[in-house]
């Protein structure tokens, strides 16, 4: 089991930019899957961003704005995201597991979230 905290949401202005860390309590942090979701009111959660050692993917609706990022000496992931916009408004949630994936099943450890708003 992997605990995941993270932070650096916040409100912010359309064009705006914000940071979020993902902390991970784990010795084997460099051997996880490490993704990005994001899950608005009234609907599912969706794919944002994974890292693992054989690469990076994103969402198409992020591609080019967003930036996932890990330092595995600090057990931390990062996703920078950059030109938000309204429809980026949304819970974020870190998620560890044990292969790159998509699919929110497909990650057995998750994060509390942290809520991003951007206003317009």
């Known amino acids: 089991q992997v605990q995941l905290v993270e932070s650096g949401g916040g409100l912010v202005q359309t064009g705006g930019s914000l940071r979020l860390s993902c902390a991970a309590s784990t010795r084997t942090f460099s051997n996880y899957a490490m993704g990005w979701f994001r899950q608005a009111p009234g609907k599912e959660r969706e794919f944002v961003a994974t890292?693992?050692?054989?690469?990076?993917y994103y969402a198409d609706s992020v591609k080019g704005r967003f930036t996932i990022s890990r330092d595995n000496a600090k057990n931390t992931v990062y996703l920078q995201m950059n030109r938000l916009k309204p429809e980026d408004t949304a819970v974020y949630y870190c998620?560890?597991?044990?292969?790159?994936?998509?699919?929110?099943?497909?990650?057995?450890?998750w994060g509390q979230g942290t809520q991003v708003t951007v206003s317009s």
């Open positions: 890292i693992r050692w054989n690469g990076v």
């Open positions: 998620a560890a597991g044990a292969r790159t994936a998509w699919s929110p099943g497909d990650y057995d450890n």
